[in-house]
Structure formats: C-alpha cells, structure tokens
C-alpha cells in the first residue's frame, strides 16, 4: 500500500530533508517551506521513522482541502475515508492544530470539530450509527495546519518528535535540538575523516550526531514509533525487518577502526556540562569516539591542518550572558584565525557575531531556530591535497 507521506522540518533546511527522503526509498512530490512531501509504501514509512536524521516527524496525509466555515470544516473531514486509516476501536484525536492567516484559527474548535466528524464518518461507515467508539485501540493521534483557509489533516506515524533519539537524557542551559544539529552538519563538507571541534559543546549534541552518522547508527534505532502499533496498515513484520536492517548497519561498522581515523573534541568551561555530554555520548554508543574536555575557547588550539569547527555558541540571550557576549565572539575569531585552513561554521541568533568575530562570514544562511531567527555562518578553509 503506498501512503501520501509528509516531513515537517525546519525552515531553510529542507534540502537536507529531501536527500534524506530520498534516501530512504521514497518519492518526493512536492518540497514547500518546513516541509517535504513524498510517496512511500510501508517498508518507506518504517524507514524514514527509523532512518532520517533531519524530520520533526513523519506524517501520513488523510485530507487536503480549504474550508472557510466550521460547518464546511465539518463536511469535508467527514468526506475522507477515515476507514481506510482508522479501525473502529481507533484512539484518535487531534494532537496539535496551528493556524496561519487563516479565517478559522481556534485549536479548541479544530479538536472537537474534527473530531465530531470522523465519529460520524467511523459510525456511518460501520453502520453503527449512535454508538459510542470504544477508543481503547491504538492510537492515532491528529496533526492539524491551517495556511490561508488550505486545511491539511495528517495522522502523527511518529510519536514523539523524531529529535527524541533516546540518548539525550541530560541537557545543557541553551540545547540545540538533534534534528537541527544533523542538517547542519550535512550542510557542512564535514567527513568522518576531518577533525571536529566544538568549543561550546554543551551537552554535545554535535558531536554525538556527527558520530552517530559516521557509525551508521540510526537515530531511531532506541526508540518507538506510534505506528508500530498500527496493525490495520502495517504488517509488523515491516517493523521487525526495519529494526533489523539498523542493527546490521550498526554492527557492520567497527568502532576500534572508526577510532583511529577520527578526531571529535569538545571542549566547555561547565564541568556539569561535560559530565551531561559524556553521558548523552556513552548513551548514544558512541563514548568512545569523542573527546570531551574542560577547556576555554581561548585556548581553543590544534597542531593539524584542515580541521573543523561546528558550534552553537552562546547568543546573550540570558542576562548573565550579555555583557561578554561579545568577548567571546572576539575570543572564537581570534583563535580561528590561528588553525591554519581550517573551516568553522557556527549558527548563532546573535546580531553582531561577525563584527566581533574579525570577518564577514563566506555565507549566512537564515534558519529559523524554532520561533527563533538565527544565522548559520560559514567560514571556509582550503580543502587538503589529494594525496
């Protein structure tokens, strides 16, 4: 069975997105910001919950159509053919309805609107007209947008935001999220065989993801999915196999081998910090392939040539932050200037970052960090002789 498929992602990283759709087996159909829409069968479905680095969520598309009216949001979610997705004892409801310049905008009505009109559309369907649905099956939770009265209904696959790798346990003051973290060190020439620093670690999630790409360990590989339970339009069988396939991918990469061709450091000045990061690392799988230290970017050094700096440095959002915000910009370029050919790429929603940090980024690409604008900054260094 093929499904009309959707991944929300950020905004200004939907090409690392679609690489990733396609990557997985699937057919892209139509790419619109924070957004990529595909085709996939089951296998696809299991495989980009279990594989993309970079989605929010996977989402299976129910219904498209406008609606200007509460009364015609009612008709047109009761004409899909929710039996096609939804078993009579369905747990459903809508998880989350959001709403841009559009004339319905109330999260309250979308719920039980919605939710009203695929009761109908199930006891109608199921000539059970009057009786109450059990609810007590599986659950399909509901994901709702509403973009200039275009009403989009898509059925959550996922769960838990596909940023929930299951390693995070502890986190720092200001983390980046893992989605975000993996697109933009895609965005990067970054290969397993470059060094990599990050000199604002946190709790390092940088490094971690950059190590989990280069063991081939799949970020959904700990963690559940809500449509394993969905036995109705997924044989389990699928699952089985997809959990599998990461496993054996896992397992084919030899860590020892990957420890002498890699060099990952983090470094920070919160030993708490550090002591979050090594955990966040050991329970990822991959301890042993980073370098975590107590260190102040001004002694940010390194005696090789062509290396990396991928960081998230801190952006004087805090009030304890802002007064030397902008020394520590001074701090990072300075020591930059010293790595020979390196390149450093950094995103920040700090305003002056390139003012204090001696040069005009190479690029500056807009990323919207949540509701947050942010910049991601690329410093490029020369690339290393062909051997």
């Known amino acids: 069975m093929n499904f009309e498929l959707m991944a929300p992602c950020h905004f200004g990283l939907e090409a690392c997105t679609k690489k990733?759709?396609?990557?997985?087996?699937?057919?892209?159909?139509?790419?619109?910001?924070?957004?990529?829409?595909?085709?996939?069968?089951?296998?696809?479905?299991?495989?980009?919950?279990?594989?993309?680095?970079?989605?929010?969520?996977?989402?299976?598309?129910?219904?498209?159509?406008?609606?200007?009216?509460?009364?015609e949001l009612f008709e047109k979610t009761r004409a899909i053919e929710w039996e096609n997705y939804l078993p009579w004892n369905a747990r459903f409801y809508v998880a989350k309805a959001a709403s841009i310049k559009s004339q319905l905008f109330s999260p309250r009505d979308f719920q039980t609107i919605i939710q009203k009109a695929i009761v109908k559309r199930l006891q109608t369907h199921y000539k059970r007209e009057g009786e109450r649905l059990p609810m007590d099956g599986a659950e399909y939770p509901l994901r709702v947008s509403a973009y200039k009265d275009k009403i989009v209904i898509g059925i959550d696959t996922s769960g838990d935001s596909l940023h929930k790798r299951g390693?995070?346990?502890?986190?720092?003051?200001?983390?980046?999220?893992?989605?975000?973290?993996?697109?933009?060190?895609?965005?990067?020439?970054?290969?397993?065989?470059?060094?990599?620093?990050?000199?604002?670690?946190?709790?390092?999630?940088?490094?971690?993801?950059?190590?989990?790409?280069?063991?081939?360990?799949?970020?959904?590989?700990?963690?559940?999915?809500?449509?394993?339970?969905?036995?109705?339009?997924?044989?389990r069988k699928v699952w089985y196999e997809t959990y599998d396939e990461?496993?054996?991918?896992?397992e084919s990469v030899s860590i020892k081998d990957l420890q002498q061709d890699m060099d990952l450091q983090g470094f920070d000045i919160d030993p708490d910090v550090l002591f979050a990061a090594r955990k966040n690392a050991e329970d990822a799988g991959v301890r042993e392939l980073i370098h975590f230290q107590e260190r102040d970017?001004?002694?940010?050094?390194?005696?090789?040539?062509?290396g990396f700096i991928i960081t998230n440095p801190p952006y004087g959002e805090r009030l304890e932050e802002k007064d030397n915000v902008g020394e520590l910009y001074r701090a990072l370029g300075q020591r930059f200037s010293l790595l020979d050919d390196w390149s450093m790429y950094l995103i920040t929603g700090f305003e002056d970052a390139q003012k204090y940090l001696g040069r005009n980024a190479d690029k500056n690409r807009k990323i919207y960090n949540g509701m947050m604008k942010t910049y991601f900054l690329s410093y490029m260094g020369r690339k290393p002789e062909k051997k």
């Open 20 to 71: 990733e759709v396609i990557n997985c087996g699937c057919e892209v159909t139509e790419v619109t910001d924070g957004r990529i829409c595909f085709s996939g069968n089951e296998k696809g479905l299991a495989r980009a919950n279990m594989f993309m680095r970079t989605a929010e969520r996977i989402l299976l598309k129910a219904g498209e159509f406008e609606a200007r009216t509460w009364d």
């Open 167 to 235: 390693y995070r346990k502890l986190t720092a003051k200001a983390p980046i999220t893992e989605t975000l973290a993996a697109a933009l060190i895609m965005l990067t020439p970054w290969k397993r065989d470059r060094i990599l620093v990050d000199p604002f670690c946190g709790s390092g999630t940088f490094l971690i993801e950059a190590a989990m790409m280069a063991a081939d360990i799949a970020p959904g590989m700990k963690r559940d999915f809500t449509a394993t339970g969905w036995e109705n339009l997924i044989d």
């Open 297 to 306: 970017v001004r002694d940010l050094s390194h005696s090789k040539k062509y």
């Open 246 to 250: 990461a496993y054996d991918r896992a």
